[in-house]
């Protein structure tokens, strides 16, 4: 079974704050996704790695960066939090060799 | 500029009786389209892909249709359970990039 954990299942954090969200797989895959998820915009790509210290930016990724020192673990931060960024942030990743990504539970982030 | 749209935010359909999800997508440059399930307070779960290059692939009670030229996909579960009931995307992949749909709930009453 494809097993991709996310660090806290609900956060609240406030304006100004300093965040971040961390996601590990223990599929040793190379590619790893961070979305957001909002009512009637589905899933966004905020940012992806397809490998070590790689990282590229996707649809939406102002206010946000990553980090990935190592192949099972990808963070998400948020240098300083705005209401705007209250959403439901997602976690991927997917093999070279598989046509399909494999998601997390997700981290609901609320920002006062 | 939304390359997947789903137009129907939300779906009802009795128990039993067949659910039909749509999709619209266009990038010509999408190799392969995947749907997804979503239930509350849970990640998204994959549920059935398909290549560009066919027109239908089969899993058990669902069933996705493409139709390329319309630019067009479908997703079909018959029978409907009300475990079924869940938010339902469909994506689009250019190079290893999935492009969400807004998504569409799905309820089924029993």
């Known amino acids: 079974d494809v097993k991709v954990t996310q660090s806290s299942r609900y956060l609240v954090k406030r304006t100004g704050e300093k965040v971040f969200l961390e996601c590990v797989q223990d599929m040793d895959h190379e590619n790893m996704f961070w979305y957001r998820q909002d009512p009637g915009l589905g899933l966004r790509l905020i940012y992806f790695?397809?490998?070590?210290?790689?990282?590229e930016k996707g649809d939406i990724p102002e206010g946000y960066s990553v980090s990935r020192e190592k192949k099972e673990r990808f963070s998400l931060i948020l240098e300083s939090a705005s209401t705007n960024q209250t959403s439901m942030y997602l976690c991927a990743i997917q093999g070279y060799s598989t046509d399909t990504q494999y998601f997390g539970p997700g981290t609901r982030l609320t920002v006062l | 500029d939304q390359q997947v749209k789903q137009n129907s935010p939300s779906l009802s359909v009795q128990e039993g009786r067949i659910s039909i999800l749509n999709c619209d997508y266009t990038n010509s440059m999408f190799d392969y389209f995947l749907w997804y399930k979503k239930y509350p307070a849970e990640g998204p779960t994959f549920l059935i892909s398909i290549s560009s290059i066919k027109d239908k692939n089969e899993d058990g009670r669902f069933t996705v249709f493409l139709n390329k030229s319309a630019k067009h996909l479908s997703l079909h579960i018959v029978p409907s359970q009300p475990g079924d009931s869940a938010v339902y995307f469909c994506a689009g992949r250019n190079g290893n990039k999935l492009v969400f749909g807004a998504g569409t709930i799905l309820r089924v009453k029993s």
């Open positions: 790695s397809y490998d070590v210290k790689m990282k």
